[in-house]
Nanobody
Framework: QVPLVESGGGSLQAGGSLNLSCTAS????????MAWFRQVPGKEREPVAS???????SYANGMVDRFAIFLDNTKTTLNLHIENLQPEDSAMYYC???????????????????????WGQGTQVTASS
């Protein structure tokens, strides 16, 4: 088991920035495909950004300019940095892990949520205008 725990969410004004983090009690993420998803009530959980074990990154349409996914130097913390937060970014954000490969957003969408082995409990982000 890989106990993923997200942190860094909160409520802030539109235009601000924040950094979400995902850890697993010091467990290394170096051998995984990692991703951030988000979900609003009544809608499906959707992928935001992913990073594979070779550090290749993929972003959902329209997100590459304001979102950045990266691992820290120790590969034990997955981050999602969001710039110029918008009200439509308000959602519960989840990190997830699975075996490496097929880690682009397009592949993630095709495979569906059941392809992911580990999920965190989520951290809420709320941006007000």
């Amino acid at each position: 088991q890989v106990p993923l725990v997200e942190s860094g969410g909160g409520s802030l004004q539109a235009g601000g920035s924040l950094n979400l983090s995902c850890t697993a009690s010091g467990y290394s993420f170096s051998g995984y495909c990692m991703a951030w998803f988000r979900q609003v009530p009544g809608k499906e959980r959707e992928p935001v950004a992913s990073i594979d074990r070779d550090d290749s990154q993929s972003y959902a349409n329209g997100m590459v300019d304001r979102f950045a996914i990266f691992l820290d130097n120790t590969k034990t913390t997955l981050n999602l940095h969001i710039e110029n937060l918008q009200p439509e970014d308000s959602a519960m954000y989840y990190c997830a892990a699975k075996a490496p490969g097929r880690c682009t957003i397009a592949s993630i969408r095709r495979a569906g949520l059941t392809a992911w082995t580990y999920w965190g409990q989520g951290t809420q982000v709320t941006a007000s205008s």
